[in-house]
Structures are given as structure tokens and as C-alpha cells.
């Protein structure tokens, strides 16, 4: 089917986003992201990346900038775009107003959902992960991996609890964060599996199962490092746990 769209050329709109999603066609609007940016209209994926085999999850930030009365002043205004999709369909999306930088969104303007693709993206992952969704865990922007963010090292706050699951040695809310859609609370997992088998506790059948599947994910995750922040390859950051010792993994006071 050929569609035949109408943008303005000089300078894009939040409209005109509007229509390239209203095609629901994936790499058109990744190629509209691409390649129309400009000064004052700003837009990059926060993430798209694998939920399961099949399936994305996409978070695009908007910014338009618009010139105040004042010279070389701008109010900005934050738009933020949440998306299911498969291969060659958007099947869910949801835009609307954000707080400044990837807040959530505060004031839906348009949503959609085609409702039969999605109950066959959320009976595919039931099978997959022998659990339903967790929605809550969609289009989440506020997890970060690592061990030590911010100039003075303190550790993100999934790390924290990460250190009280283990102490705890609560496998039970680390398989919740293993069958999760989002990508940063599986990383977390994995560690803490690794971190209780140290301390003794068998993996069961279904746990070696679960590790086996969300280990060969193709994703990324978002983390940091002191002052640095960056999206990490999945397979990279599984291999860097792969290779740590018990003392690296153990909270200092665990037993």
C-alpha cells in the first residue's frame, strides 16, 4: 500500500508525528526519527528494545522548542511516545504531555491498541515466562543497572534492594524480577540467583529454565558507572556477572 503523507519540510510538528504513527508502521516512524530532527524539534528513543522474541517495547522523547518573546529563549515542551510492536506493526501506543526529560507521561492526547495483536503478544509471553504480564513493569524509565552511580559511588536503588532480596534470600520476588518485562530488574535477577547459589540455595528446574531463556535476550539495558551513564548490551553485562566471584556478589553483613 503506498502512503502518500503530507509533513511540513521546514519543521516538524508534533502533528506530523501523529501521522507517522497513525500508519502503524515501525520503520517508518524510525526512519521519521531518524532523519527529521531539527533545532528546535528534538526526538530520540529513550529505548526500543525486546520484551521477548518477536515483540518491542519503544519509548520516544519529543521536545519541541519554542521561541519566547525573549531573543535565544525557548519554552520547552516534552512529548513522550510509549509503543508495543512487533516486526512490521505497531499494536499499542500511547502518546501524550511529560515531565522535562523521560518523565512519565502526565496528559494523554491520543492511545491506541489493537486489541487482537495484543492478547497474542501477552499469550506469547505467558508462555514464554509461564506467568501473565506484569504491566506495571511496561515503559519504565527510573530503574538503572550498575553498582555505584553519582560521583560519590551510591549504589542505584534496585542495587539496594537487590542487596536486601539476597540477605533475605527471598528467591521468591527474584522470580518476579526474572519473569519482568523490564529488562534492568532481569539483569538484577540473574545476579541475585547467582549471589543465593552461593549461599546455598538449589535452583530449581523452573529457575535453570528461566536463566537458560532471559540470558539469550538481544536487548539492552541502561546503566551506570560513577558519572557515566549509558545503554549496555545485555550479553555484555551477562558475561561481566558471569565472571564475578562470591565476594563481589555477597552484601558485606550476608552470611
Same mark, same amino acid.
Given at each position: 500500500?503506498?502512503?502518500?503523507?503530507?509533513?511540513?519540510?521546514?519543521?516538524?510538528?508534533?502533528?506530523?508525528?501523529?501521522?507517522?504513527?497513525?500508519?502503524?508502521?515501525?520503520?517508518?516512524?524510525?526512519?521519521?526519527?531518524?532523519?527529521?530532527?531539527?533545532?528546535?524539534?528534538?526526538?530520540?528513543?529513550?529505548?526500543?528494545?525486546?520484551?521477548?522474541?518477536?515483540?518491542?517495547?519503544?519509548?520516544?522523547?519529543?521536545?519541541?522548542?519554542?521561541?519566547?518573546?525573549?531573543?535565544?529563549?525557548?519554552?520547552?515542551?516534552?512529548?513522550?511516545?510509549?509503543?508495543?510492536?512487533?516486526?512490521?506493526?505497531?499494536?499499542?501506543?500511547?502518546?501524550?504531555?511529560?515531565?522535562?526529560?523521560e518523565g512519565k507521561i502526565i496528559e494523554t492526547s491520543e492511545k491506541y491498541k489493537n486489541d487482537s495483536l495484543n492478547t497474542i503478544f501477552e499469550n506469547t509471553y505467558k508462555q514464554a515466562y509461564?506467568?501473565?504480564?506484569?504491566?506495571?513493569?511496561?515503559?519504565? &524509565?527510573?530503574?538503572? !543497572?550498575?553498582?555505584?552511580?553519582?560521583?560519590?559511588?551510591?549504589?542505584? $536503588?534496585? *542495587? %539496594? /534492594?537487590?542487596? @536486601?532480596?539476597?540477605?533475605?534470600?527471598?528467591?521468591?520476588?527474584?522470580?518476579?524480577?526474572?519473569?519482568?518485562?523490564?529488562?534492568?530488574?532481569?539483569?538484577?535477577?540473574?545476579?541475585?540467583?547467582?549471589?543465593? &547459589?552461593?549461599?546455598? !540455595?538449589?535452583?530449581?528446574?523452573?529457575?535453570?529454565?528461566?536463566?537458560? $531463556?532471559? *540470558? %539469550? /535476550?538481544?536487548? @539492552?539495558?541502561?546503566?551506570?558507572?560513577?558519572?557515566?551513564?549509558?545503554?549496555?548490551?545485555?550479553?555484555?553485562?551477562?558475561?561481566?556477572?558471569?565472571?564475578?566471584?562470591?565476594?563481589?556478589?555477597?552484601?558485606?553483613?550476608?552470611?
Amino acid at each position: 500500500m503506498l502512503l502518500l503523507l503530507s509533513f511540513n519540510t521546514n519543521a516538524q510538528t508534533i502533528e506530523d508525528v501523529k501521522k507517522v504513527l497513525a500508519t502503524k508502521n515501525p520503520k517508518y516512524l524510525e526512519n521519521f526519527v531518524e532523519n527529521k530532527n531539527s533545532e528546535n524539534f528534538r526526538m530520540r528513543w529513550y529505548n526500543l528494545r525486546e520484551i521477548i522474541s518477536g515483540y518491542e517495547e519503544g519509548i520516544l522523547i519529543i521536545e519541541e522548542h519554542i521561541p519566547r518573546e525573549v531573543p535565544n529563549t525557548w519554552r520547552i515542551i516534552t512529548h513522550r511516545v510509549n509503543l508495543l510492536t512487533t516486526s512490521n506493526e505497531i499494536f499499542y501506543c500511547e502518546i501524550g504531555k511529560a515531565l522535562y526529560g523521560e518523565g512519565k507521561i502526565i496528559e494523554t492526547s491520543e492511545k491506541y491498541k489493537n486489541d487482537s495483536l495484543n492478547t497474542i503478544f501477552e499469550n506469547t509471553y505467558k508462555q514464554a515466562y509461564h506467568d501473565t504480564l506484569n504491566h506495571n513493569d511496561l515503559f519504565i &524509565t527510573n530503574i538503572i !543497572y550498575g553498582d555505584r552511580c553519582s560521583r560519590v559511588g551510591i549504589k542505584p $536503588l534496585y *542495587r %539496594q /534492594k537487590l542487596d @536486601s532480596l539476597i540477605l533475605q534470600k527471598n528467591a521468591s520476588e527474584l522470580h518476579q524480577w526474572l519473569i519482568s518485562p523490564n529488562a534492568e530488574k532481569q539483569m538484577y535477577a540473574i545476579k541475585g540467583y547467582k549471589a543465593l &547459589t552461593y549461599m546455598g !540455595y538449589v535452583l530449581t528446574n523452573e529457575d535453570k529454565r528461566l536463566l537458560k $531463556l532471559v *540470558r %539469550q /535476550k538481544q536487548t @539492552s539495558i541502561y546503566t551506570c558507572d560513577l558519572c557515566m551513564y549509558s545503554d549496555q548490551s545485555f550479553q555484555e553485562a551477562v558475561a561481566e556477572i558471569d565472571k564475578l566471584s562470591k565476594a563481589d556478589l555477597l552484601p558485606h553483613n550476608s552470611k
